[in-house]
DNA sequence: CCTTTTTCTTAACTTTATATTAACTTTTTA
DNA sequence: TAAAAAGTTAATATAAAGTTAAGAAAAAGG
């Protein structure tokens, strides 16, 4: 999970930093309008949260610019500004959601991700694969009624692929969604958890994992006797 | 477009119904948790409102049986209640936006017209060719519902000639987009991905691979029935 | 603050799937 | 019909994935 937020207010920012690493996800600062362009261009991630005030642009062209490019990641608007007809406009350029400062820490990590899990196509926080459930919330799995005595990096990369349930996830991604590109282990590192997860699951159900290889490619999360 | 306004104040109900149909969305009106419940389970809406204080059922019951019957819906609550930990309840059960009353028309439908665009989400990308599709997005083939059991550089080469769609494409030219100029294997590997491919659709159609030999050019993908 | 415990990371090794080569057959066209 | 191109198959090489153990780093406990 990767977040860019573009806010030039450092405290603030470090703030929603903080609060966002706290919940396992990997958030990146930036304090203006044409670093956070830049970065957007470069990177792939799972939400922006852009400030409408910034030093260099306003917040509603950095949003028009993303948009122009056809980029289509989900920008979470985080200003001062709570005014109807300012609300409108942002959606209107491609916003999904507008929080007003000062805002509710708690509020913006549910909004976070309510808004990464519809991206996904995910309605709620409970990610069902036949016998296994991931709650998003507490952050645990289980098999059945029984907890999966996963470690913390562990869950992570279990809940990447549950989140692209049915989707192939590469080591690449896995990496760089677990580190955010900052001193990164070697690749290997994604076998060596995943061998781990698949053992764990494996002494609950007896055999099934729902984590299928996809050679080359990736790894997916399914229940392939469903179809 | 297809709404359910599930909020039992008479009059608000009917001002959102008024409101969305101006903009071209069909809405509906209930008054009732069950109600509403009854009308989720029989058609399929694009996004529900919900108000939270319903005379038969609270409207966060509402929302859990909703999800609970794996119902992935859009769900946008509206409420008089304006507590920070009221609105993350509600969105870690599923709720995709909370908007609190008294709301601004313009808001209402700007945020409802936000969810909707990201519900809908990326369409796939999808290259068909008679009886076969080709899933850019998830890198996958398939032969009718068949997903045809193609190696990494099986499901590249065969993407280049999609990519191609009734054209032609050179051995030389599958070669250089495959390896990138860098350590080139034999252009004879061409032949036999191509053989192998059309080995693996065949046993699948029964016969028809879509791929066509142009002697001395190169390989045409192209269902040769329908011109 | 230091020790103990747990978790993360690296490294070495095994297994397996895939990529590539080579040898041979069939088809096309000049 | 001979040469070139394409089709096919099997053998071998290579690269990816699976596994285990041990050392490093981080977290927890006293």
């Known amino acids: ?12 920012n470090q703030n929603i930093v903080i609060l966002l690493r706290r919940e396992g ?22 939400l922006i949260i852009l400030d409408l005030m910034l030093p260099d642009m306003s917040g509603s062209d950095v949003l028009k610019q993303i948009r122009q490019s056809s980029n289509t990641t989900p920008i979470l608007i985080l200003s001062g500004i709570n005014i109807p007809t300012k609300k409108v406009e942002c959606f209107s350029i ?10 509710d820490r708690s509020e913006l990590v549910a909004r ?26 507490t952050k645990k799995a289980f098999i059945d009624e029984t907890l999966i005595p996963l470690t913390a990096k562990e869950y992570s990369l279990l809940e ?43 002494k609950i159900t007896g055999g099934e994992t729902y984590i299928h290889t996809s050679w080359g490619r990736g790894y997916t999360l399914e229940d392939k006797k469903k179809s």
């Open 25 to 46: 996800i990997v958030a990146e600062s930036v304090y203006t309008g044409h670093e956070g362009l830049e970065l957007v261009k470069l990177y792939e991630y799972d």
């Open 94 to 103: 491609g916003a999904d959601d507008y929080m007003t400062k000062p805002y």
């Open 112 to 137: 976070v991700k309510a808004i990464i899990r519809r991206s996904r196509g995910i309605a709620d926080n409970i990610i069902k694969v036949g016998r296994m459930s991931i709650n998003l919330n």
């Open 1 to 12: 999970m990767h977040i860019l937020v573009i806010e030039d207010d450092r405290i603030v």
């Open 160 to 202: 990447l692929l549950a989140l692209k349930k049915g989707g192939t996830v590469t080591k690449e991604s896995f990496l760089s969604q677990l580190y955010g590109g900052m001193d990164e282990p070697e690749i290997k590192i994604i076998d060596v958890f995943l061998c781990k997860i698949r053992q764990k699951i494996k």
